[in-house]
């Protein structure tokens, strides 16, 4: 094995072989807003599904084998999901950052209900409420996490309304993840319904030609 040093490679490779899969396009059907769309691409040899898009880029590899995914491809098992989620989760499983992102808006809308009901229980002044309310307000465009906690801990009684700022953090569902799961996904698996039900009508007129060639065989004097 080589090193960094002499500039070798760390962990040579060697080709073991090669597979064949599809990759199906995807385009938005009103172009305006959108960018050019999506390419999903499914390996049944090595059980792996990579989508690239405008949006994003994820891949999750599951098992091939049959008996482990419960389906003879993984085309026939993404064509049997009732639901997007799943294969969107999958596929997003690396990190949480893939799904859900911190809102500072709707952490400080939070965080201005927490003060309104510490001045409901007599907690603080209805000054000190407003006073509060409007230092959180100016955290509104606060997207780093850290810097929106250090942000409140400048409050002066920011204390009365959360003594742990990342307990009250609000996140929403990134774009990228949205597009995924309603879009990508279940145009996905509605192709590979298609694949599937072509691929098993083929079998089908292949397996009933053998079956014919046999019984013409078995007739043949």
Not at 142 to 152: G, Q, W, Y
Request: charge should be negative; glycine fraction near 4%.
């Amino acid at each position: 094995m080589g090193s960094l040093n002499n500039g070798e490679d760390l962990l040579p490779m060697q080709f073991v072989r090669s597979s064949i899969s599809t990759t199906y396009h995807f385009s938005p059907t009103d172009k305006k807003p959108w960018g050019w769309g999506a390419l999903c691409t499914v390996n049944d040899q090595t059980g792996e599904l990579s989508v690239t898009s405008d949006w994003g880029s994820w891949s999750y590899q599951w098992s091939p084998n049959p008996k482990h995914l419960g389906s003879p491809t993984l085309t026939e098992f993404l064509s049997n999901r009732s639901s997007a989620h799943y294969v969107a989760d999958k596929l997003t499983s690396s990190d949480d950052k893939l799904r859900r992102h911190f809102s500072p808006e709707a952490t400080v809308k939070y965080l201005c209900k927490l003060a309104g009901e510490r001045y409901r229980d007599n907690d603080i002044t209805k000054g000190q409420c407003r006073e509060i309310v409007n230092e959180l307000r100016e955290m509104n465009r606060t997207d780093d996490e850290r810097d929106f906690v250090d942000a409140f801990y400048r409050i002066e009684l920011h204390d009365k309304v959360c003594s742990e700022p990342w307990e009250c953090f609000c996140h929403e569902p990134t774009t990228g993840y949205l597009v995924l799961l309603h879009s990508i996904i279940p145009a996905l698996i509605e192709s590979c319904r298609r694949t599937a039900a072509e691929r098993n009508a083929a079998m089908a007129v292949a397996s009933d030609h053998r079956a014919g060639n046999t019984a013409t065989n078995e007739d043949t004097p």
